[in-house]
């Protein structure tokens, strides 16, 4: 009974999060694959717990108990920087309700331990199961309490702005449907670069670009300040974003045709190099700090056999967490977007001795077409290359749009 009340508890927040109060701009609709087979798996370990032995009811008691509190998390998150609202009140419940499997399935592996018999075999026997625990954390839980959690946590408010500069307040739609807001800095010389993602990230090279003339355009992605949508992490489906805040610069009169380009920043800078091979319409395309976002990209990474070996089943299972609670496909890999960029201009800006997986840009490089340039600032940190290496990040960045939007015939 206690076991299905935790459950009851944890499954009546995912009908409230996809089917009762979906994200603004989404419907439940949306939500088919992230509600029914989270349900389904709440419903199979309700059915098949009681046909369990103890031991196995224990553990599976801890499973749900930890992935009832990462269900939690987004509510906490929310709560304490808004208030709460919609399926928050729900999301709070299962924090007391993962606690509650919790305690049961300790208490269940507590009373059910072996008393009798050889004392090294009950204590070998233990550890034998701890290990297997761990493992089971390792590869299960973690992997699938991330998916959620990176699925459902956004930037929860707009950035103080310090600009410096005059800018528009201004909205847009996806071609999804999703209203997106953000700020624009007029145009001064024809020209117009979208800084992506998000109002706070990108305030600096905003301010940099601005000297130079260039109108420049920095907004919240789907999910995140005052955007609609379902936030992710990752970056899935942000290439739509970015197609929406093209189409607006198209339509300014301050903006020639032509002359868009695009800086991103970490995943922003995955989700242009996204953009920018599905649509001729980005003239010049910087990437920083751009990682892994999916399987094959993280299997990519510079990784030792054994690592490799021992990285490959949660990272999977994290990419179809993901989907699942995104409801959407993984996107392609990099490696065979990038090509597509060209004959138009990239440059790749990498902290490469970063714990970010940056390393891949070299790969990215490597597969692309020319005209590319790869730079590499081996003392900066992730994102970092205009703290690092100020005056010289600015002539290569501005130099590198200047060629590209300024001087084409």
């Known amino acids: 009974m206690l076991f299905r009340a935790g459950i009851a508890v944890i499954a009546l927040h995912v009908i409230d999060d996809n089917y009762i109060s979906p994200p603004p701009g989404t419907s439940a609709g949306d939500h088919l694959v992230s509600g029914l087979v989270p349900l389904a798996a709440l419903g199979f370990a309700a059915w098949g717990y009681p046909r369990l032995r103890d031991g196995r009811r224990g553990a599976l008691a801890l499973v749900f108990g930890v992935l009832g509190i990462a269900a939690g998390i987004e509510a906490v998150d929310y709560t304490r920087k808004v208030g709460p609202s919609g399926d928050d009140f729900t999301g709070l419940l299962t924090i007391p309700a993962g606690l509650l499997l919790l305690g049961l399935g300790v208490a269940t592996l507590w009373r059910t331990r072996r008393i009798e018999g050889n004392r090294t075999w009950r204590y070998t026997r233990r ?72 109002r706070k990230g990108p305030q600096r090279p905003t301010r940099m670009l601005a000297r130079h003339g260039y109108g420049v355009l920095l907004f919240d992605r789907r999910g995140e300040g005052h955007s609609e949508g379902e936030p992710n992490s990752w970056g899935w489906g942000g290439d739509k974003d970015i197609k929406a805040a093209i189409a607006f610069l198209q339509g300014r009169r301050d903006v020639e045709p032509g002359r868009i380009g695009g ?25 920083e700090g751009a990682g892994a976002r999916m399987f094959t990209e993280e299997m990519d990474e510079d990784l030792l056999g054994v690592e490799k070996a021992t990285s490959a089943v949660p990272a999977w299972l ?49 597969a692309a077409g020319e005209p590319k340039t790869l730079w590499e600032i081996p003392e900066s940190g992730h994102v970092g290359g205009l703290s690092a290496r100020p005056r010289e990040y600015e002539r290569r960045v501005v130099g590198f749009f200047d060629r590209a939007l300024l001087q084409r015939g």
């Open 127 to 198: 550890l034998v199961f701890a290990a297997a625990g761990i493992v089971v954390v390792y590869a299960l839980v973690i992997p699938v309490g991330l998916g959620y959690v990176t699925t459902h946590i956004g930037r929860a408010v707009v950035p103080a702005n310090e600009l410096g500069v005059a800018y528009e307040n201004v909205s847009f739609k996806t071609g999804d449907g999703l209203e997106l807001e953000g700020w624009y800095v007029p145009s001064k010389n024809g020209a117009a670069v979208i800084a992506f993602p998000g």
């Open 263 to 287: 800086i991103g920043l970490s995943v922003g800078g995955e989700m242009m190099l996204d953009a920018a091979a599905d649509t001729d319409s980005l003239a010049a395309v910087v990437s």
């Open 318 to 366: 994290k990419q179809a967490s993901i989907a699942v609670f995104s409801n959407q496909l993984p996107p392609t890999n990099l490696k065979e977007l990038v090509p597509r960029i060209a004959p138009r201009p990239l440059l790749l800006i990498a902290a490469p001795n970063a714990p970010t997986g940056e390393k891949l840009n070299r790969g990215y490089f490597a």
